[in-house]
Structures are given as C-alpha cells and as structure tokens.
C-alpha cells in the first residue's frame, strides 16, 4: 500500500527524495535508541527505502538524515533532529515522530505498538492506525 500511496503522491506532485540508505536507517535508529526514543518501526523503513523524506500539500514525512531544499531555504529535518526537539516532553515518552500535517502530529507509539495522530497544539490523539499507510491515507484519501 505504501508503495502506490507515495506512487501517488508523486503523480499529484509531492516532493521526493532519493531513497535512505540502510546505514542512513541504522545510523538514525542508533541515536534514536541511545537517546531513549523508539526504533523506526518496520512499516515506515518500508517508506525510507522508497523515499527519504516527503513533502506533499502541507504534509511533511522526515526522512532517516535531512534534506535540503536551497530553493525554499528550508531543509526538511530528520525524524532523529524532529524528535531531539520532542526529548524532555513526558506527553512524548515511547512515541517517534515520524512527520506532520497543518495541524497534526504522525508519530508510533512504541507502548501500543500502533501509528497515532496528534492534535499539534495539545498532543491529544485523534486518530490511531495499525500501520503507517492506514494514517497517512487519512491525510491524502481524497486522491484515490
């Protein structure tokens, strides 16, 4: 499924990135883990491996390292650079985030082994998906 979500993503003008490396993946688990966050779980490696990173109508997906985008002046952090901001907030213990939306949050939560929507504002859950593609397809359910 991830595979014809970002396939269509792509066609509706998303922006891509080359697809992460393994050692970009090991590397990013490693100061993840060694921060006390979780591991990139399985269904979203299955994402970098395709494609580091995403950007797409307001939708952002952080990739295993950054990327840059001169022409925006901006460069799309890295889920080890996203979650280093979320460290000392106890609402974020056991989860990973993984991207964002206008006004929400895709993260995993390690502790319900589940992919979850946050209100940005106030960490609320709004959604919870057993795997990463059932909550972006939230986002982007309008183009299938």
Do not use: C
């Amino acid at each position: 499924m991830m595979n014809r979500i970002i396939k269509t993503l792509e066609e509706d003008g998303a922006l891509t990135f080359a697809p992460a490396s393994d050692r970009d993946i090991r590397y990013a688990t490693s100061v993840l883990t060694t921060n006390h966050i979780p591991p990139i779980p399985s269904h979203y490696v299955e994402m970098l491996r395709k494609t580091n990173g995403l950007v797409w109508n307001g939708v952002e997906l952080y990739g295993a390292s950054g990327n840059e985008r001169p022409e925006k002046g901006y460069t799309l952090p890295s889920v080890v650079d996203i979650n280093m901001t979320f460290l000392g907030d106890e609402r974020m213990r056991g989860s990973l985030v993984l991207g964002r939306a206008s006004e929400e949050i895709f993260t995993y939560n390690s502790r319900q082994n589940n992919y979850q929507v946050l209100d940005r504002h106030d960490m609320s859950v709004t959604g919870n998906f057993p795997t990463f593609a059932e909550a972006i397809y939230l986002f982007i359910e309008d183009l299938f």
